[in-house]
């Protein structure tokens, strides 16, 4: 594994990133072109071997495109349209909050493995990759590219960004301005608390992108309390501090609210149809990402 000199993070290997983007890397790519995004990520009708739309018959046309049982259907002829494939720009987008950095829960090490894995998989099969850092505001922009060195340069980022203490808030809305203009896809990477705010800038970015995916990352030490009658919480982005006089009631409240807002999540992003993965640090970024594939492109084992 790859390792900064001044961090415990650290980033897939080559060769395993290699291989599993020969697996599941053209699967991603080959709903990397929306219509509606950049030029580099336009379908457009043409030469090509995948079905687009249908539209009318027009003089000229070749015959061969005739779909007749369709043409039955409508009583007019229906010619069927093809589609060429080009590649997309798609950033990364990584939460880089005090509560994605605090110390010991793993949870910035998960996501930046996803975030490199994921741009390995896109820039391998000719896309261009950028990485948007964010917490409470755009922390960092690494604008879109294409290759090796690209890869090299968001890997720089996520290291740098680890090295850091953290945002004070956490707002992936903060992200539309900057893959507004040349995002065809997204895929934002952050712990999703606060589900109000979230909520609000989930739906920003899915308004602006026809394919977003995110993936949530949690741990199960952020609901583990002192072994004690009372303790003190502080709030690793607000500084607030909150007093508990019963630990053991606290923590089966703390349980119950998280499952709650996982549950609402999910359902939010269902109904705005994001593609969402929800990950505990428990799990390694291969297992992750691999089931994240299978679930929202249904490709086998």
Not at 98 to 103: D, E, H, N, Q
Not at 279 to 289: D, E, I, K, P, R
Request: hydrophobic content about 35%; overall charge positive.
């Amino acid at each position: 594994m790859a390792r900064h000199a001044n961090a415990t993070l650290m980033l897939p290997e080559s060769g395993q990133l290699a291989r599993f983007a020969r697996l599941y890397g053209p699967t991603l790519n080959a709903r990397a072109t929306v219509p509606g995004a950049s030029e580099q990520g336009r379908r457009r009708t043409g030469p090509g071997t995948e079905f687009y739309e249908y539209r009318e018959y027009q003089p000229g046309d070749d015959a061969r495109r005739l779909d007749w049982q369709k043409s039955l259907a409508t009583g007019r002829p229906q010619m069927r349209q093809l589609q060429q494939h080009y590649q997309s720009d798609w950033f990364v987008c990584v939460d880089a909050s005090a509560s994605m950095l605090m110390p010991g829960l793993g949870k910035f090490s998960l996501a930046a493995q996803l975030a490199a894995a994921t741009a390995y998989l896109l820039l391998e099969h000719g896309n261009r990759v950028g990485l948007l850092q964010f917490s409470s505001g755009l922390d960092a922009t690494v604008a879109p590219g294409r290759g090796r060195y690209q890869y090299q340069a968001l890997c720089r980022q996520l290291l740098v960004a680890n090295d850091s203490s953290g945002g004070s808030g956490s707002n992936p809305g903060i992200c539309a301005s900057a893959a507004g203009a040349s995002g065809s896809g997204l895929f934002v990477i952050s712990d999703f608390l606060g589900p109000d705010s979230q909520f609000r800038g989930l739906d920003l970015l899915r308004s602006k992108h026809r394919e977003l995916h995110a993936l949530q990352i949690t741990s199960v030490d952020e609901l583990t309390l002192p072994d004690t009658a009372a303790c003190r919480l502080r709030d690793s982005e607000t500084g607030a501090t909150r007093e508990l006089p019963d630990t053991a009631q606290a923590a089966i409240q703390a349980s119950a609210i998280f499952d709650r807002q996982q549950a609402q999540l999910r359902a939010h992003c269902a109904r705005r149809r994001i593609h969402l993965s929800q990950a505990s640090t428990g799990h390694n970024w291969m297992q992750v990402l691999r089931t994240h594939l299978q679930t929202t492109r249904g490709i086998g084992q």
